[in-house]
């Protein structure tokens, strides 16, 4: 069964204070793992795709990289504005398994 | 239009009655999905339309729950005979292709009181 671990469940950080976050996957052959960034009261907001190990995604002060079994989202000088729930995604290769298995997030703070 | 719209954006039923939500997705965009997304919950994978077919319908948790597509465009997730445990968001979401990335929307909060 394909699964999505997200750690940690919550952190928090005072703005400047660069941190990663991690999804850790297992997935009987990866299609593509997808982050999304979910405000309170809204639906999830699309950041990046990667699709093979090796791959880097960057925008602001987001990066996203992926191994075989993990991904990061790398946060470097957070601002207030960046705190949300951060969600990762996985989509598996086989033809018809279109679904994007979700973990369970992690929700980030960052204090002023 | 430029996202995918949701409605209604809340809904409050009372047990034992039937709610329709609507989904209109990104035009032109071919694949469409329905989650649901529980209290403190992760999102859990409800349907999935190509077109106006649905070859994934692994996700819906009873024979209450039914959902069709028309038109390769808007869809309607009904839910008969709500119960309590039916409260939660559900998010609609569309694609370009089943393998790029999925746009969501907002989200209709059910509540079944």
């Known amino acids: 069964e394909d699964q999505v671990t997200q750690s940690p469940e919550a952190l928090r950080l005072q703005e400047g204070e660069s941190s990663s976050l991690n999804c850790s996957y297992t997935?009987?052959?990866?299609?593509?793992l997808f982050w999304y960034r979910q405000d309170p009261g809204k639906g999830p907001e699309f950041l990046f795709t990667?699709?093979?190990a090796g791959e880097e995604k960057e925008k602001e002060r987001l990066k996203a990289t992926l191994t075989k079994k993990e991904s990061f989202l790398h946060i470097t000088a957070p601002k207030p504005e960046d705190s949300a729930t951060y969600l990762c995604a996985v989509q598996a290769a086989p033809q018809g398994a279109q679904k994007l298995v979700f973990g369970q997030g992690t929700r980030l703070t960052i204090n002023p | 239009g430029a996202g995918v719209s949701q409605s209604p954006s809340n809904k409050v039923t009372e047990k034992g009655k039937d709610v329709e939500l609507r989904c209109d997705p990104i035009s032109g965009h071919t694949a469409l999905y329905w989650y649901r997304q529980s209290l403190g919950q992760g999102l859990e994978f409800l349907i999935y339309?190509?077109?106006?077919?649905?070859?994934?319908k692994s996700g819906l948790p009873s024979d209450r729950f039914s959902a069709e597509r028309t038109g390769g465009s808007v869809s309607t997730l009904t839910i008969q005979r709500t119960q309590q445990e039916d409260s939660a968001v559900y998010l609609c979401?569309?694609?370009?292709?089943?393998?790029?990335?999925?746009?969501f929307g907002q989200g209709t909060r059910l509540t079944v009181v």
């Open positions: 979401a569309s694609s370009r292709t089943p393998n790029t990335e999925a746009f």
């Open positions: 997935v009987s052959g990866l299609r593509g």
């Open positions: 990667l699709y093979s």
């Open positions: 339309f190509q077109g106006n077919s649905a070859p994934d």
